[in-house]
């Protein structure tokens, strides 16, 4: 018997590529920005330590660039080789934003290696800094562009269907469709507060093992400074984006929170055990919460999946517990970055700067690095899971947009084996390149020593 599916196969090599691709896309459109801010800091306060933050960032950054480039490009390869019958009939609307991913990127690539080039050749230094505000452009456009063509997805619009066959397409109205504004804000404020945060988890890691160095705590402040705000904001899309689902995709709502009549005072259901019958035990619940998140107001009625046709429920329990690990991470890694905040105004106000950071808050902030990663990649797999069964949400089933070829098993080995070499590769490359030129021979080589930073 050939159990052979060319449809689970896709599936597992597509979210394979995307579930690597995007912790180098995260770097990729979060990184830059803190570059920009640790230069504009460093110009402004003429501030060595903040200048050298952004010098030694941007190496790093264009080596996962580098691998970034070629798992997405991977991505776009099976888009066309994988998913064909989607392509044939979506290919037009999407063209677009796919186009205008390319010309970011362009754009991105090219003021990089000016911008890296440049480093200490203009006398003005904000010269240079100009030069890097290109590159954060073109990384957040290029999530723009990217995030806006899976919104597409979840909410198609700008076009007719006759016959199986899109028509009449209006590739402007397509991109800028209902998904879009809440799911390109999320995936930048995301971005942004993770980039913060594996940086952060590199500065606490090196004052852990007792590298007390002014410059790993300057960049623990400025990093868990835009940790909060970005994930403060990133909470409240979040809100808006409970609102959304309640609008456009009640089921996938109800998927989440494993809600099946529809009611008002809905309860928000966390954790517990879904029985065959579809029964909730052992889960916390949060009374009208539900109903709160979908509209503002206990009195919101939520849709239940019971008046969603069987055949179209997404997976309930993928969906509901990978909903409740992107809460639970991105919560901690709110209240982690809150907690640094309020520490740092406590030593600054009692005057005790001097003194070692507490170890407790320096190991939460190095495990906030993971966290925040793993809330990423919760945040993107429940979206596609709970989209299940559409490819295209009310058009086309993940099943009708398949391949039919053979071997795509295979070629799931061969891209797992070429992601490993990857990022493997870029993981010892970035160890070598900062363990052999740590931050106190840098400054040494400078003829630096810590506090000698003009103000």
């Known amino acids: ?173 397509a991109m800028f469709n209902p998904a879009m504004p809440t799911k390109v804000a999320h995936v930048l404020t995301t971005a942004y507060v993770t980039a913060a945060f594996i940086l952060a988890g590199i500065a606490a890691f090196a004052l852990l093992r007792g590298r007390n160095h002014v410059y790993h705590k300057k960049a623990l402040r400025l990093t868990m400074m835009a940790a909060l705000i970005f994930s403060l904001a990133s909470t409240a899309i979040g809100d808006l984006s409970g609102k959304f689902l309640h609008e456009y995709q009640p089921a996938k709502l109800a998927a989440a929170e494993w809600h099946f009549e529809t009611s008002d005072k809905a309860e928000l259901i ?40 069987r055949e179209e429920w997404p997976p309930l329990r993928a969906s509901h517990y990978l909903f409740d690990g992107m809460v639970f991470f991105g919560v901690y890694i709110t209240i982690v970055a809150l907690w640094h905040v309020l520490a740092h105004w406590r030593r600054c106000k ?18 906030g690095a993971p966290a925040a990663m793993l809330a990423i990649e919760f945040g993107w797999i429940f979206s596609e899971i709970a989209r299940q069964p559409w490819i295209l949400w009310g058009y086309m089933k993940v099943s009708q947009g398949a391949t039919t070829a053979l071997y795509v098993d295979r070629m799931l080995w061969v ?24 931050i106190e021979a840098e400054f040494i080589a400078r003829g630096m020593k810590e506090g000698d930073v003009k103000r």
């Open 270 to 309: 966390v954790g517990g055990v879904l029985t065959e019958n579809n029964e909730v035990k052992y889960a916390f619940k949060i009374p009208y919460a539900l109903s709160i998140l979908a509209g503002s107001s206990p009195n919101t009625v939520v849709k239940g999946l019971n008046e969603v046709p």
């Open 1 to 173: 018997m050939n159990s052979y599916d060319p449809v689970l196969y896709s599936r597992m090599l597509t979210g394979l590529t995307l579930g690597v691709h995007i912790v180098y896309a995260t770097i990729g459109v979060g990184v830059p920005l803190m570059i920009a801010l640790a230069e504009w800091i460093g110009i402004k306060r003429n501030d060595t330590y903040y200048l050298l933050m952004a010098r030694r960032w941007a190496r790093g950054y264009t080596i996962t660039v580098a691998v970034g480039v070629v798992t997405g490009t991977a991505i776009g390869l099976q888009l066309s080789l994988l998913w064909p019958n989607f392509m044939r009939v979506a290919g037009q609307a999407i063209a677009l934003p796919l186009f205008l991913e390319t010309f970011a990127f362009f754009i991105e690539a090219i003021f990089l290696g000016i911008y890296l080039y440049t480093w200490d050749r203009f006398k003005n230094r904000m010269l240079h800094f100009l030069l890097l505000l290109p590159i954060v452009l073109g990384a957040s456009m290029s999530a723009f562009f990217i995030t806006s063509m899976n919104a597409f997805m979840n909410t198609p619009q700008g076009f007719d269907m006759v016959n199986g066959k899109m028509i009449n397409i209006d590739p402007l109205v």
């Open 415 to 438: 891209f797992a084996g070429l992601y490993v070499v990857l990022s493997v590769t870029c993981i010892y490359v970035l160890i070598k390149m900062f363990k052999n030129n740590p």
């Open 350 to 367: 009692k005057g005790t700067m001097k003194k070692p950071l507490n170890r407790g808050l320096l190991v939460a902030i190095l495990l």
